[in-house]
């Protein structure tokens, strides 16, 4: 990898090769539920070949990551077994040997080295205690034989390719300081820096943005090209399946339940679950020219039982959502809400620098409106949404809630405020209390708030609460008896979706939702969407919705709002911002969103490289916030340097 | 060869060394220790007799007020000082002066003028009659310094002892003495070995390791229980031998119901004597036959012996108003000996039904308990589980601190609040003279009187326990519990 | 941190004052007359006066405090009540012997209890597992002196490899160091096996087995460091309990060090040397958890940057 | 937190749709626990020992404090099965009766430290500041006082007593107790779910309670099962300076001490007492460690 910018033009009908590298056949997987072994994965085939990549894609719990883990045997270690079938394995050495036989321990050289992976859920898969830069340096000295200098140049290197700003600073930082898109950015430069055979990527991108992911997806295919690695790609966003996959291989409740090339997939889906997947992916500029959000086209997957053919009538158009009450007083209040973190070094590390995570950001979010917060990774999105919380706190400015200056609460007053904002986390697993059930924590902010839910008269308080948990899971596609279970039971979709569940416990005022659908197949997500909206219809809900999925924000948001190293740069009515984008970064974001058809896929390798403009600064060297202009009705834009040329 | 090997005697000790300046010493193992090096004009034999040893001999006054000593010629100091009248002067001086504040300042409180005869004759005035003088003397606490050591270390003597003794001071750390030979010793051929080292081992069981491992040749104490663990080597052999430590519970016999002699009879009735040795000490315990041991002076055993009689216990105790017996509490040290031997008494009493509560307490609560009290009436102490070692080998200090009618806490340490005008007479008498036969008069009528009175339940004598190799030879372990050295061999 | 720091290490100073004052206070209300136990029973109630004075035990309590922090200021502690040599002294002699052995005890037991405590996580409900937990147990519930004894009788007696006792070569350290430490082997060995299993399941463990790191690795890299918090508390406290003597080691193997010296001390009321040695372990304590407090930053980032 | 409670205790009884959807922590780890075998099988010993302890007015086959001299320092016998002390006292049935005290020493000691220590330690760990340095110094003294020093000023203050033998016990435990627990809230309380049960309101006691103590039980668990041994040895050694149980109560701890002068000589005497403080000790580390897996979510 010496090149940083490689363009290269390249064949894309590329036909499989004929000795495959991995085999997988029949192969089973169980994990032991309350009452004896669950299946959870059965009998699945596919095959990958030398610079393949195969797409995964399927239902959120359908068993992807089960299958990805037990391919390299690391589902041993989560509790769970391979009850069946074959992984054949054909490693660098030309030996091909079976990697369902042997126990877990046996395959360690072969982890990292021959296969590769990045892990569904970048917040939990760092290791909290050691620097971003040791963490990758480890996995280059242990692959490819370098020292610990070298390997560290080498970490920075990778840490360049995935456009990290700063990366010789990072290399020196701990995982949680890292934004999410950061954290997943640095498990791929791991994975890739052992410059696997094989390489398996379980949802890399759900927390990037665009642009990056771009990058990313370029990256991993120079690299394929480069070292003719397999890669097994498991994704929810069909239009990354259409950009970068040659075959896909569709999973439904465990089974795998159609294969073909990319091409035929996309144009001829067999299996109703497929056909349904595709119909329900949302395509940008859906809603272009209408003004206001309007719901997903209700799709009735659960007909599709076993197979069984279900061409469901046409749906219903979906309902506008009008629903912003534009006379009232705002609900949320942001002004000049300034977040800082201070850089230090070592234990006893002094002041270096400071992270300007949040600079100066000013927003009002309505009754019943939603306001969507997009912006690159990094750029301060979740910080703000924690600052708002209280988790964190301001260097400046002031939050009102409901009128209230939220500062001036005392802690009983700020406990009450929760009963009306929840916060759906970015990282679902992490914000799930281990140690309880998830029904526990679906239902703590009812017991916290002593909310009683409406529910059937005659029942008992605490039956009450139970019902409304059931009817809870039930809504985001779940089922009551889930309820029993713990958050590391659950694949990464259903995580989030119990996060869901939990902030709609107590019937909030408003939601911050941090990428709070960014882990779900399109289907469930058009689910959860058209619930949220749902409520919102009903209850005059609001939402701040943090995401960088630019098709479900075009279809949920009132307003968007546009971060940028920490400003926002600019905010304004979706319609607007989509349709008259005015800074170039918003510009940027609209016009590196994937296609979802594989016959328009862009073969464009090229990588960006240079300086990629950094939030962490010097002592005293305050950054320039320029006012936002208004360039339209309620379209308002930050003009200045930060982030593009004006 | 082995015949010049040099002869290193290591002897176990159970516990630190406190100090070796004499005169401040208070527990026998400091003064074995500092005897190693020092001596007084007198001193004991190994069967607790008086001998003399810086003093050759003496003159007494009738009144037992002005005693005159002739010392020794041609003894000299480790440091090369001489010993003269001097020397006896600048101690004697130093330890009757209160503004001192030696805790043996009461060997010789009675010492009015020392005055230096000549330089080999010194002559004591006293401010009062004091017939046990020589035997005061004889105690550890009244052995010479060497007055240029005293000038030179000053408060700090205790850590650099210079006398006259068989060895000379090599080294003192924290729980290990060193000393060796001293080659100009006046007393011709000894010592004999080349070194002695005292170290403190507390725990039993180590020390007789070392005893069996050879790491030292002689081991003291050692405890009854494992006798047997010495006896089955073939290299070591016991010492076993009776001591002057008497065992005995003190009665409060101010108050009831310990205020009836009866009671207090039938308490020592009520114990079985051989028992108490069987299962306190293993056997290796004599019978208290009097007030005091038999080998301090002017013992006499007492005719009239408590034997183990329950009927005859019941019989006092029922009419002494206590048919059914009563209860009482018993305190006493916390040591493992102590708590068994108070188990003892309290399993014996309650079988004439008198229940004892047991409280072992920590040495501070303990003097707390017995020591604070100002006045007779307060005390709180029924009964104590005690022991006694007169160190002075005399019937004086066997009977005076402990049953004398004067010597109520806090003046000593009469915690049976007995007092007894014939005794008081008795002891008063026998302190007043030197002559020993009216000496002998005083404390036979004062032990008759304690015995019929039994202020105590007499409960028996230890004996001196202590194991050695049996290549060890003339080293001697005394009645009082303190080890003389000074002949000791290494075969 | 380092601001963090500099304030602990400032605040050391005052809070030896308090705690002087409350030992002080303490220490002279303990039932027991120093003059009393220092002049033995067989003392004259003149004598016990003649001690008094010369322990400065008549002087109102204002005045002893006075001179006990005066001389404490100046590193110097007064005299022993009961030996009249300078406290520093008494205790700077069984200092070192129980620093030593303490240091000894420590390496060797938390070396040993990690690798138990490990091999047990890791062989988790088999029989190493069990074999590990039998010998931890072992090393709570076994009383010291009992099996002091028994190392002396098999290794002095009948084999004759060691000293009995004592304190000098290196192989005095031998038995005590093992009495030491078993039991803090056993302590180590139970917290590791517990924070293992904890950590073992993690997803960060997972990813550092699928990046190739070998078994090896992954338990004492990447488990280990998160599982240190509980190990470190724990070895902090044994650490700081040991520093402050162990009286049965010290009786058994005659070692010269500060536990017995207390007790000593305590038996005696010996005032001087109590206080002094309180204030010794209290210093010691502040430090080690001081220490504690800096390992805490170093094993979890996310405590350092608050 | 009234709620709280009503959805704790009404968890326990069982719903009767056949699915709860809200199962309490506490019922979860009763299900659990139940199916560890090791530790449901300690468990029962300790049981069976304390109902041991409790009957032993009539189990024992002697009388605790019956002595026989003609029958010293026997050892094992078919009269006799542990063998008999210094003065003829039978051993299994000072064992016997030694439970009542050593066992409730012990525990109770243990639990009443162990209660306060782990307060201590949330409070001051998860408060952080001045309240942390305040009771963490208050902890560096009670951790560096001399124990019998405490307990000669506990005598001194309360008289000897067997609850004061427990309250001077659980003094000692108190400083370990709130150490390792502020060690373990101090990584704990920055734990992202933290935050999140922040965010749906739960207050900061109730978050202590809730969602940072249970993830310190492991270590907490740990060190009440290896302190209650330490505890029993604990009140014998104050029992010599008189505080607790007293001559002739057969406390275990007193009587391995008082054997120990037999050591090689009459070596049962210390053996007994010794093997059944063991026992115990092992009982409770693996009732501990069932514990311990009952409340780790990782394992089914
Ligand atoms: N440790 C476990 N114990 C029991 N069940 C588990 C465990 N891990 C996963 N499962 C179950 O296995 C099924 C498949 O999970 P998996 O994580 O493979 O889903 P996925 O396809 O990756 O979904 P997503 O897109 O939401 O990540 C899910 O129903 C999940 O609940
Ligand atoms: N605890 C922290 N300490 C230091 N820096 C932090 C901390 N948390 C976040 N940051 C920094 O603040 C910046 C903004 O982070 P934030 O998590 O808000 O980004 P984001 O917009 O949510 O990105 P993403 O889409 O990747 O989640 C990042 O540069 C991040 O490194
Ligand atoms: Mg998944
Ligand atoms: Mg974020």
């Not at chain 1, 799709?299 to 749906?315: E, T």
């Not at chain 1, 709002?561 to 009515?573: D, F, K, N, R, S």
């Not at chain 3, 009948?158 to 004592?166: A, C, H, R, V």
């Amino acid at each position: 990898m010496s090149g940083a910018v490689a363009a290269k033009a390249v064949d894309t009908t590329r036909a499989p090769l004929p000795v495959p590298l991995l085999s997988v056949e029949g192969l089973s997987v169980a994990f032991d539920g309350e009452h004896g072994p669950v299946r959870v994965v059965d009998d699945i085939s596919f095959t990958v070949a030398p610079g393949e990549t195969v797409a995964i894609v399927g239902e959120s719990g359908s068993g992807k990551s089960v299958t990805s883990l037990s391919l390299m045997r690391l589902v041993d270690y989560a509790g769970g077994r391979i009850v069946g079938g074959s992984i054949r394995f054909k490693g660098r050495d030309g030996r091909e040997r079976d990697l369902a036989s042997p126990p877990a321990e046996a395959l360690t050289d072969m982890r990292g080295n021959d296969i590769a992976m990045v892990f569904q859920e970048p917040m939990t898969s760092l290791n909290p205690v050691f620097t971003i830069g040791d963490q990758i340096a480890e996995a280059v000295m242990l692959h490819q034989g370098l020292d610990r200098k070298a390997a560290r140049a080498e970490a920075l290197r990778m840490l360049e390719k995935v456009r990290i700003p700063e990366p010789a600073r990072l290399l020196d930082r701990h995982p949680h300081q890292l934004s999410g898109g950061m954290r997943q950015r640095v498990m791929i430069a791991m994975a890739l820096s052992c410059r696997p055979s094989l390489l398996i990527a379980d949802e890399p991108t759900t927390a990037l943005d665009v642009t990056i992911q771009a990058q990313i997806l370029r990256l991993i295919r120079l690299l394929q090209d480069e070292m003719g690695m397999g890669v097994i790609f498991i994704t929810h966003d069909m239009g990354v399946v259409a950009e970068v996959a040659d075959r896909v291989v569709v999973m439904w409740r465990g089974r795998k339940v159609e294969e073909g090339t990319v091409e035929r997939i996309f144009q001829a889906p067999q299996h109703p679950y497929t056909k349904a997947l595709l119909s329900a992916v949302p395509k940008l500029g859906a809603l272009r020219g209408q003004d206001l959000p309007m719901r997903f086209p209700l799709l009735v997957v659960d007909g599709a039982k076993d197979g069984a053919k279900n061409d469901a009538a046409p749906p219903a158009p979906p309902p506008v959502q009008d629903t912003v009450r534009a006379a009232d007083a705002p609900l949320l209040e942001v002004r000049d809400l300034t977040t800082r973190f201070d850089v230090r070094k070592g234990i006893f590390g002094s002041l270096k620098a400071r992270v300007h995570a949040v600079e100066k950001v000013s927003f009002a979010v309505r009754p019943g409106e939603t306001l969507a917060l997009v912006g690159e990774s990094g750029c301060g999105k979740s910080t703000t949404g924690r600052t708002i919380m209280g988790l964190q706190s301001a260097t400046s400015g002031s939050i009102r809630f409901d009128g209230v200056d939220t500062a001036t609460l005392d802690s009983n007053g700020q406990a009450k405020l929760k009963e009306k904002i929840q916060y759906i986390f970015q990282d679902p697993f992490a914000s799930l209390n281990p140690r309880m059930t998830v029904g526990f924590s679906v239902a703590e902010p009812m017991l916290v708030h002593d909310y009683v839910p409406t529910a059937k008269p005659g029942l008992s308080r605490r039956r009450a609460v139970e019902e409304r948990v059931a009817e809870l899971l039930t809504q985001v596609g779940l089922k009551p008896e889930h309820a029993r279970r713990y958050p590391h039971e659950f694949s990464g979709g259903q995580r989030q979706r119990i996060c869901i569940a939990r902030a709609l416990a107590c019937d909030p005022k408003l939601i911050i939702a941090d990428e709070a659908v960014a882990a779900l197949d399109v289907s469930i997500q058009a689910q959860i969407v058209n619930l949220l909206m749902e409520l919102q219809a009903k209850r005059g809900l609001s939402y701040l919705f943090i995401s960088h999925d630019m098709a479900v924000v075009e279809r949920v948001s009132h307003r968007v709002a546009v971060m940028y190293l920490g400003q926002i740069v600019e905010l304004g009515p979706r319609r607007a911002v989509f349709e008259n984008p005015q800074h170039p970064y918003t510009r940027r974001l609209m016009a590196a969103v994937p296609i979802a058809d594989p016959s328009r896929r862009t073969r464009d390798l090229r990588l960006l490289t240079g300086e990629i403009a950094s939030p962490i600064r010097n002592i005293g060297d305050e950054p320039a916030v320029q006012p936002l202009v208004p360039v339209g009705d309620g379209h308002f834009v930050a003009r200045h340097a930060v982030g593009g040329d004006f | 060869g082995p015949a010049f090997a040099a002869k290193n005697l290591v002897v176990g000790i159970p516990d630190n060394i406190t100090t070796l300046d004499p005169a401040d010493i208070n527990d026998t193992l400091s003064q074995s220790a500092s005897r190693t090096m020092m001596q007084g004009l007198f001193g004991f034999d190994k069967e607790m007799k008086l001998v003399p040893l810086l003093a050759e001999s003496f003159t007494v006054n009738d009144a037992a007020t002005e005693y005159t000593y002739r010392l020794r010629k041609g003894v000299t100091f480790h440091d090369g000082t001489p010993f003269n009248a001097q020397a006896v002067k600048t101690n004697f001086d130093r330890l009757s002066n209160p503004a001192n504040r030696l805790k043996r300042q009461s060997l010789l409180a009675m010492l009015a003028e020392t005055v230096v005869v000549d330089d080999h004759t010194i002559t004591l005035k006293l401010s009062q009659p004091f017939g046990a003088l020589n035997n005061n003397l004889a105690h550890p606490g009244a052995m010479i310094h060497s007055p240029k050591a005293l000038e030179t270390y000053g408060k700090e003597i205790g850590r650099h002892p210079v006398g006259t003794g068989p060895y000379k001071f090599v080294s003192w750390e924290a729980d290990t003495l060193k000393v060796e030979k001293n080659a100009n010793y006046w007393k011709p051929g000894l010592p004999k070995v080349d070194s002695v080292t005292l170290r403190s081992v507390p725990e039993n069981g180590s020390r007789i390791a070392m005893l069996q491992t050879n790491e030292a040749q002689f081991i003291y104490p050692l405890p009854p229980e494992m006798v047997k663990m010495v006896e089955a080597n073939q290299a070591l052999e016991i010492i076993n031998a009776p001591s002057i430590i008497a065992r005995y519970v003190a009665m409060n016999t101010m108050k009831k119901p310990f205020s009836d002699p009866r009671v207090r009879q039938a308490l020592n009735y009520a114990i079985d004597k051989n028992a108490y040795a069987k299962v306190v000490y293993r056997g290796f315990a004599g019978p208290l036959d009097s007030p005091i041991p038999s080998k301090l002076g002017f013992h006499v055993a007492q005719p009239d012996q408590y034997t183990y009689d329950l009927a005859k216990a019941k019989a006092l105790l029922a009419e002494a108003g206590y048919p059914n017996g009563f209860e009482a509490e018993m305190i006493g040290r916390n040591s493992t000996n102590f708590i068994r031997g108070m188990q003892f008494v309290q399993q014996q009493l309650a079988q004439i039904g008198v229940k004892l509560t047991v409280t072992p307490l920590e040495s501070g609560v303990e003097a707390a308990r017995v020591w604070s009290v100002e006045k007779p009436e307060d005390a709180t102490v029924q009964m104590q589980y005690s022991g006694w070692s007169a160190s002075t080998g005399d019937a004086d200090w066997g009977l005076r601190p402990l049953l004398w009618g004067k010597g109520f806490p806090p003046k000593f340490f009469n915690v049976a609040y007995y007092k007894n005008d014939t005794v008081d007479t008795a002891i008063e008498t026998g302190i007043g003279t030197a002559d020993n036969a009216k000496r002998a008069e005083a404390y036979r009528i004062a032990q008759e009187q304690i015995w019929k009175d039994a202020p105590w339940i007499f409960l028996g004598v230890e004996n001196l326990l202590a194991g050695k190799s049996k290549k060890l030879t003339g080293f001697h372990y005394v009645a009082d519990g303190g080890l003389q050295m000074e002949e000791a061999d290494l075969q | 941190m380092l601001n963090y720091l500099v304030g602990r290490v400032a605040g050391i100073l005052p809070v030896l004052l308090v705690i002087s004052v409350f030992v002080f206070g303490f220490v002279h209300l303990l039932p027991g007359d120093p003059a009393r136990l220092i002049a033995g029973p067989d003392a004259t109630q003149r004598d016990v006066e003649l001690v008094r004075q010369d322990l400065g035990l008549d002087q109102p309590l204002w005045v002893q405090y006075g001179r006990f922090i005066g001389n404490a200021v100046q590193g110097e502690f007064g005299l022993s009540m009961k030996s009249k040599r300078p406290v520093s002294q008494e205790i700077g002699e069984r200092f070192l012997p129980t620093l030593y052995l303490t240091i000894v005890a420590m390496v060797w037991a938390t070396m040993a209890g990690l690798l138990i405590g490990v091999a047990s996580a890791t062989k988790r409900g088999r029989w190493q597992d069990h074999a590990g937990m039998l010998v931890a147990v072992s090393g709570i519930a076994f009383p010291s002196f009992w099996l002091g004894l028994l190392m002396i009788d098999l290794f002095s007696v009948k084999l004759g490899w060691l000293p009995t006792s004592g304190y000098g070569t290196w192989q005095h350290f031998v038995m005590p160091s093992l009495t030491l430490g078993l039991g803090v082997a056993a302590v180590m060995a139970r917290f590791t096996r517990s924070a293992f299993i904890e950590i073992a399941r993690e997803d960060y463990v997972r990813t550092a087995r699928a990046k190739g790191v070998p078994s090896r690795l992954v338990v004492w890299k990447h488990t280990l460091r998160n599982a240190l918090i509980p190990i470190i508390t724990m070895v902090g406290l044994q650490f700081g309990f040991l520093l402050g003597g162990s009286i049965v080691v010290e009786t058994v193997f005659s070692w010269p060090g500060l536990g017995r010296l207390l007790v000593d001390s305590v038996n005696y009321r010996d005032y001087t040397v109590i206080q002094a040695e309180i204030l010794l372990f209290s210093l010691e304590f502040i430090i080690i958890n001081l220490l504690v407090d800096v390992l805490y930053a170093y094993a979890n980032p996310e405590i350092r940057y608050s | 937190m009234t709620t709280t409670d009503a959805i704790g205790v009404a968890a326990a009884t069982p719903s009767d749709t056949g699915h709860e959807a809200v199962r309490s922590p506490l019922r979860e780890f009763w299900r659990k626990f139940r199916r560890n075998r090791t530790a449901m099988a300690a468990g029962i010993c300790l049981l069976a020992l304390t109902l041991a302890a409790a009957a032993a007015p009539w189990i024992a086959p002697y009388d605790p404090a019956g002595f026989d001299y003609d029958r010293i320092l026997e050892g094992p016998s078919a009269d006799h099965w542990a063998g008999t002390d210094a003065y003829g006292r039978d051993i299994f049935s000072r064992i016997l009766w030694g439970a009542r005290i050593s066992l409730s020493v012990g525990l109770l000691s243990v639990l009443l430290g162990g209660v306060a220590g782990v307060a201590l330690g949330l409070v001051a760990g998860f408060r952080g500041g001045w309240v942390d340095s305040l009771i963490m110094r208050i902890c560096d003294v009670l951790l560096a006082f001399p124990g019998i020093l405490l307990a000669i000023g506990i005598v001194a203050i309360l008289g000897p007593g067997i609850e004061n033998v427990i309250y001077a016990v659980a003094i000692f435990s108190v400083p370990v107790f709130a150490r390792l627990v502020r060690g373990s809230t101090l990584s704990l309380k920055r734990a992202v779910y933290v935050d999140a049960a922040r965010a749906i309101g739960v207050r900061d006691r109730l978050l202590m309670v809730r969602h940072i103590l249970p993830g310190t039980l492991p270590s907490v668990i740990v060190y009440v099962s290896m302190r209650i041994g330490t505890s029993i040895l604990t009140a014998a050694s104050l029992s010599f300076i008189g505080l607790g149980a007293q001559p002739p109560s057969p406390e275990w701890g007193a009587m391995l001490a008082d054997g120990r002068s037999y050591i090689g000589v009459a070596s049962h005497v210390t053996f007994y007492p010794g093997l059944a403080i063991f026992l115990t000790v092992l009982a409770f580390n693996l009732l501990g460690d069932g514990l311990r897996d009952a409340l780790d979510p990782k394992l089914r």
